[in-house]
């Protein structure tokens, strides 16, 4: 998440955010919080088409916060405010997980399901082919058949 995203929900300006974090750095090692380099910044404030980019909060590379970031946000801003904020973040992170994790048990089963199905329809196309090859085969006729002897007549 976004510097400016998390000061809007904890209630406080971007500044303030920025000023916590890096009072406390030490808090936040690069796993936890890391600023956009200068390529992401340009190629993130490229996507605003605005004249006044500035007064969007556009005018310096925003900090990115990873879970364990947004965690440790709660006891740099120390607030009722924040100590909420962090609970329903971190709600909301633990439900992403389980989707994903969801998602990934789906998508084996779904993946057990088309190789069994491949497997018995392998069965079928092999036999299918097995009665076309015996059909191809010229056939015996079944039954008795009459010759017939020409007779000569008048012998």
């Known amino acids: ?18 000023q916590a974090v ?10 936890f919080m890391f600023e ?4 992401e910044f340009e190629n993130w404030r490229s996507q605003f088409v605005t004249s006044n980019a500035d007064k ?7 900090m990115a916060f990873t879970e364990q970031g947004v965690a ?5 801003l120390n607030s009722k405010r924040a100590i909420y904020v962090n ?11 389980q989707m994903l994790l969801d998602n990934a048990d789906l998508r084996k089963e779904l993946e057990e399901l088309k190789k069994n199905t491949e497997d018995r329809f392998q069965v079928v196309f092999e036999t299918l082919d097995h009665m076309l090859v015996v059909e191809s ?16 007549y008048g012998k």
């Open 1 to 18: 998440m976004l510097d400016r995203d998390l000061a809007e929900l904890y209630e406080v300006e971007t500044k303030v955010l920025k």
């Open 87 to 97: 609970i329903q973040i971190m709600r909301i992170f633990i439900k992403l997980r």
């Open 56 to 62: 969007m909060g556009l005018r310096y590379k925003p």
């Open 72 to 76: 440790m946000l709660s006891s740099v």
């Open 137 to 152: 085969k010229p056939k015996k006729k079944i039954g008795f058949t009459v010759k017939e002897k020409k007779r000569e």
């Open 22 to 31: 890096r009072r406390n750095v030490d808090r936040f090692p690069p796993d």
């Open 36 to 39: 956009l380099s200068t390529e």
